[in-house]
Structures are given as structure tokens and as C-alpha cells.
């Protein structure tokens, strides 16, 4: 069975007549006779009754037509899908550089540029679920003050458990510290990817790191946490549920609706 083949059907259907579904089909009328014919011994059924003026639909045909409209829908919505992603790749700007200048000029001035993968709103629908803040913490000492706190100095850089340098997080870091103009001299230590590790790593003493506010709280093991730089250091961020224009699960539009309410 072909797509065309269920084309020919949904035009025949419109029509309710071989002449005309045959010429918008820009196919000569045997030609698109053999194809309906093919599609009903695919289906195992009669799907057009031949003795009524016009053409109608049985029962059968009916239940086809819808699969067929769903079913071509859903191929071109997966063909723009495919060649809005040609297109975008097309779009896409590729640096090249050695390895001394992405590590030392090219992210810094990358985030400087303001440069950023933005989601398009007639592909994507978002709405903000959620607050979060990172906040930059330390262990505490004996006296109750961060080990480690910032900014830092050239002499002494603050030791920095971070996040990985191509992850959201650290990129979300370096532009609040970038845009507020907050001389941080950071020694970075160790990179990881989940927020628990960094924890993990900060409770130990290894150094300080940026954590979401809400694991921040006091814990018996290594000792607590306390703020190792004043609200400026504060880095705030939206918590964004997304999801596609076109989505047509039931589920999820349902759930859309009970949180925009």
C-alpha cells in the first residue's frame, strides 16, 4: 500500500466521482480505478458502493476515510518537520579554531555575543512552571563562615566544583557572572553533570559550587553548607515546561489546560 494510494481515496471521496478524483490526482481515470481497486483488495473490503449516483462510502469507507486524513496529515506534518530541520541545519553556524582559542578566547566571547538556540513560538508552546535559584555555597568552618568564598583573588582563587562547561547550568553561570560584571577568580577543580555530585563534592570540602537553593539544606554528614558569596552571586532561573504546537496526545493537551488554570 502506497500514500498515494490512500490520496486517491481521500479525493475520491470528496468528489464522489472517478472523472474528477482521476484529475486531481493528474492521473488518467484507468490508471486511478486499478489504484482503488488495489487499495480495497489491500483492505480486504469493499470501500466505495459503485451502484449509488453519486459515489458513496460504505460503512467500511467510512471508517477509512478517517485513517486516511490522519494518517496524511501525519505525513506532512513529519515532511515540515524534516525540512524545518533541513533548514536549520542550513542555518547553522560552524566555528572553527584551535584548541588554545576555544578554551581560552572563544567561550568567553561566545557568552559575551549573547549568542543562543532559541525554541521558535510557532513550533513550540512553554509555559513557566517553576522559580529555582542557584546559589553559591561552601562548607563551613569551625566558625561558622565558607571555607571558600568569593570572589577571590589572582593570588588565591576560590576552588570551584562545576558544572560541565557544555551544560545549561555552567553556561547559565558564566552569563550572570559575565552580565553582572562580578570578578569571580575561580579555580576550577572537577566538572560534573548532576547537581548531587557537585553536592557531594562540596560537603567534602573539595571546594565551593553553585547549587539549586533547594538542596541547600543543613546535613548532619561533613557538616553544613553556608553561602560563600551575597545575593549578587544569586544566579535565577525559570523552570519551563515545553511542548510541541501540533501535539495531539489527548494527555498532554489535558495536562496543559489543568496548568495553565
Not at 479525493?11 to 488495489?38: D, G, W, Y
Not at 549568542?115 to 513557566?128: C, M, P, S, V, Y
Not at 562548607?139 to 589572582?154: F, K, M, S, V, W
Not at 579555580?187 to 547537581?195: A, H, I, K, R
Request: charged fraction near 25%; include cysteine; aromatic fraction near 8%.
Amino acid at each position: 500500500m502506497e500514500i498515494r494510494w490512500l490520496e486517491d481515496f481521500l479525493a475520491l471521496a470528496r468528489t464522489r466521482h472517478f472523472s474528477r478524483a482521476a484529475e486531481q490526482q493528474h492521473v488518467s481515470q484507468p490508471t486511478f480505478s486499478r489504484r482503488i481497486k488495489l487499495l480495497e483488495e489491500s483492505m480486504g473490503t469493499t470501500l466505495i458502493n459503485r451502484q449509488t449516483l453519486p459515489l458513496s462510502l460504505t460503512p467500511a469507507g467510512e471508517v477509512f476515510q478517517e485513517l486516511c486524513e490522519r494518517i496524511t496529515r501525519e505525513v506532512r506534518d513529519t515532511r515540515d518537520r524534516i525540512a524545518a530541520l533541513d533548514a536549520e541545519a542550513s542555518a547553522r553556524i560552524s566555528v572553527g579554531s584551535t584548541q588554545g582559542l576555544f578554551s581560552h578566547f572563544y567561550q568567553g566571547w561566545a557568552t559575551e555575543m549573547g549568542i543562543a538556540e532559541r525554541l521558535t513560538g510557532d513550533k513550540f508552546h512553554w509555559q513557566t512552571i517553576g522559580q529555582e535559584t542557584l546559589v553559591p555555597v561552601s562548607i563551613a568552618n569551625e566558625q561558622g563562615e565558607p571555607r571558600y568564598r568569593l570572589p577571590g583573588t589572582d593570588e588565591q582563587p576560590v576552588p570551584l566544583i562545576a558544572y560541565h562547561s557544555r551544560g545549561f547550568l555552567q553556561s547559565a553561570i558564566d552569563g550572570h557572572l559575565q552580565r553582572g560584571k562580578l570578578p569571580a577568580n575561580l579555580l576550577p577543580l572537577n566538572e560534573n553533570t548532576q547537581s548531587a555530585s557537585i553536592k557531594a563534592l562540596v560537603k567534602q570540602g573539595f571546594g565551593m559550587g553553585w547549587l539549586p537553593k533547594r538542596m541547600t539544606e543543613k546535613s548532619e554528614q561533613f557538616g553544613r553548607l553556608v553561602r560563600a558569596g551575597d545575593e549578587r552571586w544569586d544566579v535565577p532561573l525559570e523552570i519551563r515546561l515545553i511542548r510541541l504546537s501540533d501535539a495531539r496526545s489527548d494527555d498532554i493537551l489535558n495536562l496543559w489546560k489543568q496548568l495553565e488554570t
